[in-house]
């Protein structure tokens, strides 16, 4: 079952320079990990796969976590997600709508169904989008998805420039898995990583108009 949302991921070769953004628009830094083992699973989600990584996740109250990602390039192919922002850019800033993200579908209804799956349900619409809303089961807290529609189909990947996936907790990804298995969304096998001194069950899910999708649980 999904619980909670853990965070959006955003590519980063200068962490530094992200964390100063990140900071000035009040998140907290509560892990770093450099060097960590990249997942063999990753591959199809990266346009060149290393042997390491590193990350960095930042926290705000009653928004989307943060997740900087550096798998050692960045390409210029935007992704499909990024924080809604008033001025219409994919650029965070002090503008950007920290509990609302939007995203890219080629095809609003398999999107809108595909969102389901993970507990995003529609919500009525926000600046000519349709909106989804998404109620966390642990804290109760409200989280929004807005779906631009695109002409088109694309491959996206984890090391293009600015935000490139969403991760959610679940209580169990095995029974997860086999759900969205059963919905026939192309999903990677499970796999292991140790984050933080915790041991993380993982695997990623692709959506019909290439979202990546991570499920996390507690190993």
Same mark, same amino acid.
């Given at each position: ?9 955003? @590519? @980063?070769?200068? +962490? =530094? ?6 900071? /000035? ?7 770093? #990990?450099?060097?960590? #083992? $990249? ?22 109250? !009653?928004?989307? /976590?943060?997740?900087?990602? $550096?798998?050692?390039?960045?390409? #210029?192919?935007?992704? +499909?997600?990024?924080?809604? *922002? ?7 800033? %002090? ?10 579908? *080629? ?5 809108? !169904? +595909?969102?389901?799956?993970?507990g995003f349900l529609p919500d009525g619409t926000q600046d *000519? ?5 998404? *109620? ?16 088109? %189909? ?6 293009? !420039? /600015? +935000?490139? @996936?969403?991760?959610?907790? &679940? &209580? &169990?990804?095995?029974?997860? =898995?086999?759900?969205?298995?059963? =919905? #026939? ?15 993380l069950d993982i695997f990623f899910v692709t959506g019909p108009? /290439? %979202?990546?999708? %991570?499920?996390? @649980?507690?190993?």
């Amino acid at each position: 079952m999904i619980v909670n949302i853990d965070h959006i991921g955003l @590519s @980063s070769t200068n +962490f =530094k320079q992200h964390h100063q953004l990140l900071t /000035g628009l009040g998140y907290e830094k509560v892990l770093q #990990e450099d060097d960590l #083992e $990249n997942l063999n699973i990753k591959k199809p989600y990266l346009t060149k796969f290393n042997e390491t990584h590193s990350l960095a996740l930042y926290r705000k109250d !009653k928004v989307y /976590g943060i997740e900087l990602l $550096n798998h050692g390039q960045l390409t #210029e192919q935007p992704g +499909f997600i990024y924080p809604y *922002n008033k001025d219409d850019s994919a650029e965070l800033s %002090e503008n950007s709508i920290l509990n609302t993200c939007v995203v890219a579908s *080629n095809d609003i209804g398999a999107s809108t !169904k +595909f969102w389901a799956t993970f507990g995003f349900l529609p919500d009525g619409t926000q600046d *000519n989008m349709t909106r989804l809303r998404f *109620n966390a089961m642990t804290t109760g807290l409200d989280y929004y998805l807005l779906l631009r529609h695109i002409a088109g %189909e694309y491959k996206y990947y984890m090391d293009t !420039k /600015g +935000f490139n @996936s969403i991760a959610f907790i &679940s &209580s &169990s990804v095995d029974k997860e =898995k086999r759900k969205i298995d059963r =919905k #026939e969304y192309p999903t990677s096998r499970i796999d292991q990583i140790t984050v933080n001194d915790r041991l993380l069950d993982i695997f990623f899910v692709t959506g019909p108009s /290439g %979202e990546i999708v %991570e499920i996390i @649980s507690y190993a």
